[in-house]
């Protein structure tokens, strides 16, 4: 089942971004609430059977969609959570009045996002500077 994040899955949120990304360090929860406090709507959760396996977060300047975060459960991957979370995530950008979908993917994400029909763009170039 797809539906808003509330502020108590932030820890769920945080633990499956975290097994996602193999550990990184890093820390969602403020970004998470800033999220829910700006864009309720865009602030999405996978539940199975109570237990949160997923999450999609959506961002929106003008007509241009963003997707700021999208995870799977490592264990749920493959299952067709990450395509349900995709398909309310547009559809809750479509009734914002968003016009294009961008997403920035890596090499090993970028043929799920294919297979939702999104394509590489050659306007859109990503650029990164180590500070």
């Known amino acids: 089942m797809i539906r ?3 502020p108590d899955d932030i820890p769920q949120v945080q633990s499956i971004a975290l097994a996602v990304n ?3 360090a890093y820390d969602l929860r403020s970004f998470l609430g800033a999220c ?3 864009k309720p709507d865009l602030c999405l959760v996978a539940e199975d059977g ?17 997707v700021d975060l999208l995870a799977v459960a490592p264990s749920r991957q493959g ?3 990450g ?9 809750r950008c479509r009734e914002r009045g968003v016009k294009r979908l961008v997403v920035l993917v890596s090499s090993a994400s ?3 996002y294919r297979a939702l029909g999104f394509e590489a763009d050659e306007d859109l170039k990503f650029m990164s500077k180590r500070i």
């Open 4 to 6: 808003a994040m509330a």
């Open 22 to 24: 193999k550990g990184e």
């Open 36 to 38: 829910l406090a700006q």
């Open 50 to 66: 109570g237990e949160t396996v997923g999450v999609a977060i959506g961002g929106q300047v003008g007509t241009l969609g963003m």
């Open 79 to 81: 299952t067709g959570i």
């Open 83 to 91: 395509n349900q979370l995709m398909d309310e995530l547009s559809r």
């Open 110 to 112: 970028s043929g799920f």
